[in-house]
Each structure stands twice: as structure tokens, then as C-alpha cells.
């Protein structure tokens, strides 16, 4: 079977986004959504900036027994998969429940009820071995969180296929790759399939100050996330979710869904160098990056527009730029490329979903988000970052990619269905 | 199609597949008194441990940045690779995947950096901790070893997330990636780790190491957690065969489902997830041998499994056996380490038997190989696994003619 795969619904949570539309006035407006963190002290530690959501789970429809038992990450995805499936239109009844199902990213789960946990087991860190007289229920699930996708299914009545994907930073690309591997080989017809990650918590914070992978332009939180621009230090932690609904093309066709385009290519390569290191050629990324084209049937020169990993951090934005130059040759100067992480930061596992929204509103709008903070050169960054400022521009095909510790390296091609010969 | 050229077992009961395989059948445990801290406060403190010197078996570079189930899986991979007698050289670097499940992460290390940051203060977190901590970091880190750079994943889904990632590899392979280093390894026997076990609910409190996990018993009272798993080496056949590969068995069906809603009054997945896993491969009820069950240990979940197995069966229609009795579950390891213990069914058509379980209910309609080892005539074997909150996946391997 090969069938092709079409994304129809979306649902996101962003910093400064509650719900599609005000994501898109954020990223058109050029409007960033980085601020110094509130739900902590953050005094004591290198990088106290983040993205941060204002999320109130009462309002967003979640029930108090939903809000205890699931950590705040679940909770973003829940919310989304349910926007999703109403932006979507789809009526989920019609299908048979198993041929319905779940892919959730997500890089580090229940980070914040871990940590919350730890610190009433172990009374703020100053016992060893926990006592088991008081133990929380969800504990188990906080430790072994596959309980986030199973969530997610509960909510949209999914039987079939349900999978939570953990590749790092790259989860939130990679989720949405794997639902659509199993739309393709017929294992399911529709997949509700996204990622989120909310790591806005004391240890992960701590543990990106210990390489100092985070920013330090702790004095101008707004202006904090610079990717691709010469005075850049790090990336900004943030949090989010972003769910879709995928369909095969011909049933979304046949029920005259809107679709927002068709899933032509995903690759994913590891760059078996370093955990956390990348080399400079960016070989491993164009590698994937001339997959996914490959599979989507599209030339280098009829990609619109790049929406790249840009973390902001030294190596990252330079690895990239030599990725896309490797992959897309000349086209790599002349195609606008931008990274949406300059406004609502880097969501580690969720952000490759959130940049898939940010990729999908680009084409629904033809205007592509700028990279905020842009203003200083750096020689290594020379192409087409559409600083600043929203661009208006054709955007029929998007490339957008992701690269994250671990190696991992992604890439998505997105295109609109009737313009791809098939 | 693709078929398994290379099994590398960390199992509480045994190093490599042989010392695992000569336990599986003699019925030597690895269930021991958990005494890493003092656990002596605790209800329960029986679990399944691998006592692998691992500071002998990894150099020191990785040993100070991974958690002891990154190291086990390391192990794993190593073991797997040398089992499948493959030298990588012979391949490019992009044509070499790695597929694991992982179901806890660097659990022991992280709650060291997290003691750290709160007794001490964050600028005494390791370094190390944003990347030994993540699900991600068993296919990193064999990735980066091995110079694997084809495509990767890693899966999270309790218990069944293991037998996610053989079906995972399969279609990695499909694709046309020709070598997949596949399976999953655990473990979390730290304090916190072994707290949050507990608090799941389920760990059996039986004293007894002989019979603290039963299942299917009658006096089933809950299941033992254990460390390890398994890694094995998937290969397009095609590519086997040209480097005359010896060949355990093919990967030739695999199948996932999710349970309804807890409330929705709906069946349960795991019968439909057996046909479907059945259908996949070509096979009929009829050809399945034996089949390797998920054996929760709980009455309702052995229950249940009984039933379905008895609907796609018929009731005593195929030998059933859980030899993970003598390891515990190991959560992404279960489903890979079951795969092996019938993948050598088939190389030695007997069937290890479930130690620890006496007396099955009669009701629950099984043919479950108890006491001693059975010989049959294995061709085709059926794994089950599935995970808390309603994940079920089931794999098929089936013998391949060598040379054929």
C-alpha cells in the first residue's frame, strides 16, 4: 500500500498562542513571547529566560481529576489533539476506532511532576532512599510516560496504532514522520499525531546551564533568541504542544475536508558523532533533507521556504546554514528560510510539531514568519533569514527540519497535494 | 521481509544468548534481594537484577556519561553485533539504523543530578544530564558507537514498547535500510526508581522468590520488575544471505492496538492484535506453535489474555509459556528477550516453561508449559506484550531455511 498522507486539523499551545490563530498573529507579527521565567526563581541558575505558556487547564476544558492525574505536558496535548480533531471537522465516529491512532512526541515527558515529586520524596533533596508509605498513584506514570499518548487516545477514541516517539529534540518531526508511515502502510486511516514537551522546571534548566547550551542575555528576555544572528548564545527553553489530524488524501478528499497540505517526504538520519555535538559540514541533515525531497518528488528549486531548527545556538544555526547549501545548492540563497524559535522559543521534543503549525499557516497564508532578533552578521549565516519582518511570498512547498541531541536529524517536505504529480 | 541474524541478551538470568537460553530451560532466576541501597523499609524487594560488572565491559569515556541502562544496552548491542558475526565496514554508514524502545530513561542517574542540584545547587549537575537522561539516549549512544547514521528511532510504550521496536525496524528495513540494530533495555532499581515501581500498584509482595510471580495461578498476586532486555541485529534477507549470514528466524508479522477508554464498556485490543500480527504474517491460528504471553501475573490481566487467546486459539489450541518468570518484566526489554526465547524455540524446538506457576485455573482454558521444558517441533512462534494504559503489540518470527 502507498497511500498518501494529508494533514487536515491543527491544535497548538505556544508561548503567547492560545490556539492557531493567535500563534499566527504572533509569528506575522514578528512578536516574540520569550520572558524571564515566572514559575520559578530562576536567580540561581545561567539561564533564566524561557517561553513560557499561560495555560489555565480549567478554562481549556480539562476536568479537576484530568488536572491531577496528568502532568502539564499531557495536558497541553490533550488540549491540542482536541482543537485538532474540531479544526479538522472530521467526525471521528465514522471510522471504526482501531483504524484510528496515536503518535505523541515528546523529549523529556513529565519532567515538572517528576521534579515536584522528587522534591516531597525526598523532602527538597536531602533524603537518599525514598519511603514507600506515601506513595502517588501517578508516580508510575511519571516515570514510564507512554501514559501521555495513551491520554491523547482516550480523548479522540483511538484503537489502533499508539506510539509515543522520543527522539529528543527531534520527536515533535519525527511523531508526525511515523504517523504518516503507518497511514501509508494502511495500519490506520486517520492518526492524531503532534508532540509536546513542557520543560520549564528547575532540573532541565539546570542540566542545559551545565553545557551552556542556554542563553545568557538574561537582561532582555524579549531579544534573548537570536538565532542565526551574530550575536547569538544559546536557545531559549520553552514549552508547547502542537497536534495534528492526518487523513489518507483520497478520504479527506471525499469528505471535503480542508487540507492543509500533503505530507510528500520525511527523513531522519543520525549523525553518529557526539550527543550534543554537531560538525560543521551538516552532512547527515542534507542527507535527509534530499530524502525527503526525493520521496516528495520535489526539486531543491521548488522549495518556498525553509522553516529551520534555528536554536540560536553557535553551532546549531551554522550547521544548518551548511546543510542547506549542501542539500539545496545556489537554491539555498534564493529561498527564504526562517526560525520561528527567535518568538516562542525552543519546546525541545514539541517544537518540530509546532514548526510543522507554523510551516502549514505559512502556506495557508502565503506570508512566511520572520526570525525575530536578527539585526547583527555573522559570516557563517548568509542566507535568506527574513529578518525581523513577515515576508509575503508564494509558499506552495516548505521544507522544515530538526536536529537534536542524540544525533538525531530530521526533515519534512509539505506540499500541496494538487500541485504534486502523483 | 527481514529476518534476525544477531541476538544480544543482558538478562537478569543470563549474559548472551546461550547462558540465557541453558537458565530459560533449567529454570535458573534472576530474581534477587534488591541491595543496591536499603531497601529494608520497603514491601516488596524482590526484582530481577543483571549483575554485569559493566565498568569491565565499556571503557571509561561512556561510563562516566550513561546510566547503567544505557550501559546494559551498549553491552546488548556490542554482544548482538559480535553474535551476528557482521563487520559494519562492509556497509555505508547510512545503511546501519537503530531502532529502541525505552521505557524510564538514565532514572538512576538523573535522580543523582537531581540530589545534586537540591542539596547542592544547579552548578553541580553533571553535564552529562540533558542527554543520559532522555528516552533517546540507548539509540544515540549506539548510534554514535557503532557509526550508525540510517534512520533511527526510539519508542515509548511500557511494557509492549519492545516488540514496537521490531516491528519498527521491520518496516526501517522495508524501506530499504538493509541493517537495523533493534530491541529495548531497562532499568530504574534506584530508590526513586524502585519508589515509583511500587506506586504502580502491581509489584507483587510475595517474600518468596520461587513464586512471587506467577502467572496464570491461581494465587497470581502481581508481577516482579526487572532490569535488562535484549538487542538484536534485523537484516534484509537479500543482504544476509550475501554475506552468508546464519539466520534465526524471520520477523513475519507484527501488529499493535490500543485498549478502549477504561469506561467505554468496549473489548479489550490484544484479540484483534493477535489476528491482525497472524494476518500480517501469512499464518493461520492452526500454524502458530507456541506462543510467548505478555503473563501480567494479575488475575484480571491473566484472565483476559486467557481469553484471548482461547477466541483466536480455542481453548488448550496452542502451548503457552512466560519464561520471563524467572527475570520480571522489563518493561521495553520484555518484549525483545521473549523474542529471543522463541526465536531458540525454533532453533531447538523445545519450549522453555513458565517456573513458578503450579496450578493454572481451568477456566482460563490454557495448555501452559509448566515444570519442565517441552519438546515440539517449533516453526512459528507468537509474541505477545502489552503495556500499562492499554498498549498491545504482538510479533510473529517464523524459521527461515538457512540458505534458501
Not at chain 1, 126 to 150: C, N
Not at chain 2, 334 to 358: C, H, K, N, R, Y
Request: net charge negative; aromatic share 6%; proline share 6%.
Amino acid at each position: 500500500m502507498n497511500r498518501r498522507v494529508v494533514i487536515t486539523g491543527m491544535g497548538v499551545r505556544a508561548p503567547g498562542s492560545p490556539g492557531k490563530e493567535a500563534f499566527w498573529e504572533l509569528l506575522s507579527a514578528g512578536r516574540t513571547a520569550t520572558r524571564r521565567i515566572t514559575f520559578f526563581d530562576p536567580s540561581p541558575y545561567r539561564s533564566q529566560v524561557a517561553g513560557e505558556v499561560d495555560f489555565d487547564p480549567a478554562a481549556e476544558g480539562l476536568t479537576p481529576r484530568q488536572v491531577r492525574r496528568m502532568d502539564r505536558a499531557t495536558q497541553f496535548a490533550v488540549v491540542a489533539a482536541r482543537e485538532a480533531v474540531a479544526d479538522s471537522g472530521i467526525d471521528l465516529s465514522a471510522h471504526a476506532p482501531h483504524r484510528i491512532g496515536v503518535s505523541l512526541g515528546s523529549a523529556v515527558a513529565a519532567a515538572t511532576s517528576l521534579e515536584q515529586e522528587y522534591l516531597v520524596l525526598s523532602d527538597s533533596g536531602r533524603d537518599w532512599v525514598m519511603g514507600t508509605d506515601h506513595l502517588s498513584p501517578h508516580m508510575y506514570d511519571h516515570m514510564v510516560p507512554s501514559i501521555m499518548p495513551a491520554e491523547v487516545a482516550w480523548t479522540v477514541g483511538a484503537e489502533g496504532p499508539v506510539a509515543m516517539v522520543s527522539d529528543g529534540c527531534t520527536s515533535g518531526l519525527d511523531s508526525v514522520g511515523h504517523a504518516v508511515a503507518l497511514i501509508r502502510e494502511g495500519s490506520a486511516d486517520v492518526m492524531v499525531a503532534g508532540a509536546t514537551d513542557t520543560p520549564i522546571t528547575p532540573i532541565v534548566v539546570a542540566c542545559f546551564d551545565a553545557i551552556k547550551a542556554t542563553t545568557t542575555y538574561n537582561d532582555d528576555p524579549e531579544h534573548a533568541s537570536r538565532p542565526f544572528d551574530g550575536t547569538r548564545n544559546g536557545f531559549v527553553l520553552a514549552e508547547g504542544a502542537a497536534v495534528f489530524v492526518l487523513e489518507e488524501l483520497e478520504a479527506a478528499r471525499r469528505r471535503g475536508a480542508r487540507i492543509y497540505a500533503e505530507v510528500g517526504g520525511f527523513a531522519t538520519r543520525c549523525n553518529a558523532y557526539h550527543m550534543t555535538g554537531l560538525k560543521a559540514d551538516g552532512r547527515e541533515m542534507a542527507e535527509a533533507i534530499r530524502s525527503a525531497l526525493g520521496q516528495a518528488r520535489v526539486d531543491a528549486s521548488q522549495v518556498d521556504y525553509i522553516n529551520a531548527h534555528g536554536s540560536g545556538t553557535k553551532q546549531n544555526d551554522r550547521h544548518e546554514t551548511a546543510a542547506f547549501k549542501v542539500s539545496l545548492g545556489d537554491w539555498a540563497y534564493r529561498t527564504p528560510v526562517s526560525s520561528i524559535k527567535s518568538m516562542v522559543g525552543h519546546s525541545l521534543g514539541a517544537v518540530g510539531s509546532v514548526e510543522i503549525a507554523a510551516s502549514l499557516l505559512a502556506m495557508a497564508h502565503h506570508v512566511v514568519p520572520p526570525t525575530a532578533n536578527l539585526r547583527v552578521e555573522d559570516p557563517n549565516c548568509d542566507l535568506d533569514y527574513v529578518p525581523n519582518t513577515a515576508r509575503e511570498h508564494r509558499t506552495d512547498t516548505v521544507l522544515t527540519v530538526g536536529s537534536g541531541f542524540g544525533g538525531f536529524q530530521s526533515a519534512m517536505v509539505l506540499v500541496r497535494p494538487d500541485r504534486r504529480t502523483a | 521481509m527481514s529476518v534476525i541474524t544477531g541476538l544480544g541478551v543482558v538478562a537478569p538470568n543470563g549474559f548472551g544468548v546461550k547462558e540465557f537460553w541453558a537458565a530459560a530451560l533449567a529454570g535458573r532466576s534472576g530474581i534477587g534481594v534488591l541491595d543496591r541501597f536499603d531497601a529494608s523499609a520497603s514491601p516488596a524487594r524482590l526484582a530481577g537484577l543483571v549483575r554485569l560488572e559493566t565498568e569491565r565491559l565499556l571503557p571509561s569515556r561512556l561510563l562516566t556519561q550513561t546510566d547503567l541502562s544505557t550501559r546494559l544496552a551498549l553491552i546488548a548491542g556490542e554482544c548482538a553485533l559480535e553474535d551476528a558475526e557482521v563487520d559494519l565496514a562492509d556497509f555505508t554508514d547510512y545503511d546501519l539504523g537503530v531502532v529502541t524502545a525505552n521505557a524510564s530513561g538514565g532514572f538512576d542517574f538523573t535522580h543523582r543530578e537531581f540530589k545534586k542540584l537540591w542539596s547542592r545547587g544547579p552548578e553541580h549537575v553533571s553535564v552529562y544530564e540533558s542527554f543520559a537522561w532522555f528516552y533517546a539516549v540507548n539509540t544515540g549512544q549506539l548510534s554514535i558507537r557503532h557509526g550508525m547514521r540510517g534512520p533511527s528511532l526510539a519508542l515509548v510504550a511500557e511494557q509492549a514498547g519492545g516488540l514496537d521496536a521490531l516491528g519498527q525496524a521491520r518496516r526501517t528495513v522495508r524501506d530499504g535500510v538493509p541493517l537495523v540494530v533493534c530491541g529495548g533495555v531497562d532499568s530504574a532499581f534506584d530508590p526513586w526508581g524502585w519508589a515509583s515501581h511500587l506506586a504502580g500498584g502491581r509489584v507483587s509482595l510475595d517474600p518468596d522468590p520461587a513464586t512471587a510471580y506467577r502467572p496464570f495461578d491461581v494465587r497470581a498476586c502481581g508481577y516482579l520488575p526487572g532490569e535488562g532486555g535484549a538487542l538484536m541485529i534485523l537484516e534484509d534477507p537479500a543482504a544476509a544471505a550475501a554475506r552468508g549470514a546464519r539466520v534465526y528466524g524471520e520477523v513475519a508479522g507484527y501488529a499493535c492496538g490500543f485498549d478502549p477508554a477504561p469506561d467505554s464498556g468496549r473489548p479489550p485490543a490484544l484479540r484483534r492484535t493477535i489476528e491482525l500480527a497472524l494476518a500480517d504474517a501469512g499464518v493461520e491460528p492452526g500454524q502458530v506453535d507456541v506462543v510467548f504471553a505478555d503473563a501480567l501475573g494479575l488475575p484480571d490481566a491473566d484472565l483476559a489474555e486467557a481469553q484471548a487467546l482461547c477466541a483466536v486459539f480455542g481453548e488448550r489450541g496452542v502451548p503457552v509459556t512466560a519464561p520471563k518468570t524467572l527475570t520480571g518484566r522489563l518493561l521495553s526489554g520484555g518484549g525483545p528477550l521473549d523474542t529471543v526465547a522463541a526465536l531458540m524455540s525454533i532453533q531447538e524446538d523445545v519450549v522453555p516453561p513458565t517456573f513458578g506457576t503450579a496450578v493454572v485455573p481451568g477456566e482460563y482454558g490454557l495448555d501452559l508449559v509448566l515444570g519442565e521444558p517441552r519438546r515440539a517441533r517449533v516453526d512459528t512462534a507468537l509474541v505477545l506484550a502489552r503495556g500499562r494504559w492499554g498498549f498491545n503489540s504482538a510479533v510473529v518470527v517464523r524459521a527461515v531455511q538457512n540458505g534458501s
